[in-house]
Nanobody
Framework: QAQLVESGGGSVQAGGSLRLSCTTS????????MAWFRQSPRKEREGVAAIYTGAGLTYYGDSLKGRFTISQDNDEPIIYLQMDSPKPEDTGMYYC???????????????????WGQGTQVIIST
C-alpha cells in the first residue's frame, strides 16, 4: 500500500489558523475512510476528524467540532484538516490514517485504520 504523507504542520499562535494536508506517496486514490489523529506527550492517540470519502460524510471529536474541518479535494487524492482558532492544548503530532472499510461508530477509533503517515508537528503558542 502507498504511504501517507502529511504536510502543513508548524507553529502558530492561538486564535490563528493552520491547514494540514495528507496525500499518498504514489498519488494512488483516496481510501474509503480517511482520518486525522493527534498525539501529545503522555497522552494516547486520539481521533480528531474522519471522512467517508465516497459520500463526503464527516465525523469529529467532541471537543473539536466547530473549530476543525476535514475535507477532501475532489480532483486529487488529498484530504485536509483546517484548524481554525486553535488552542495551546491542540499542540501535538498530527497523523493521517486510512482504511478501506469502516463504520460510523468506529470512525475515530485508531484500530479501524491500517495505514498511517509519519505525522506532522503542530505547535500552538499563547
Amino acid at each position: 500500500q502507498a504511504q501517507l504523507v502529511e504536510s502543513g504542520g508548524g507553529s502558530v499562535q492561538a486564535g490563528g489558523s493552520l491547514r494540514l494536508s495528507c496525500t499518498t506517496s504514489d498519488y494512488s486514490p483516496k481510501r474509503n475512510w480517511m482520518a486525522w489523529f493527534r498525539q501529545s506527550p503522555r497522552k494516547e492517540r486520539e481521533g480528531v476528524a474522519a471522512i467517508y470519502t465516497g459520500a463526503g460524510l464527516t465525523y469529529y471529536g467532541d471537543s473539536l467540532k466547530g473549530r476543525f474541518t476535514i475535507s477532501q479535494d475532489n480532483d486529487e487524492p488529498i484530504i485536509y484538516l483546517q484548524m481554525d482558532s486553535p488552542k495551546p492544548e491542540d499542540t501535538g503530532m498530527y497523523y493521517c490514517a486510512a482504511a478501506d472499510s469502516g463504520s460510523t461508530r468506529y470512525a475515530l477509533d485508531r484500530r479501524s485504520y491500517d495505514s498511517w503517515g509519519q505525522g506532522t508537528q503542530v505547535i500552538i503558542s499563547t
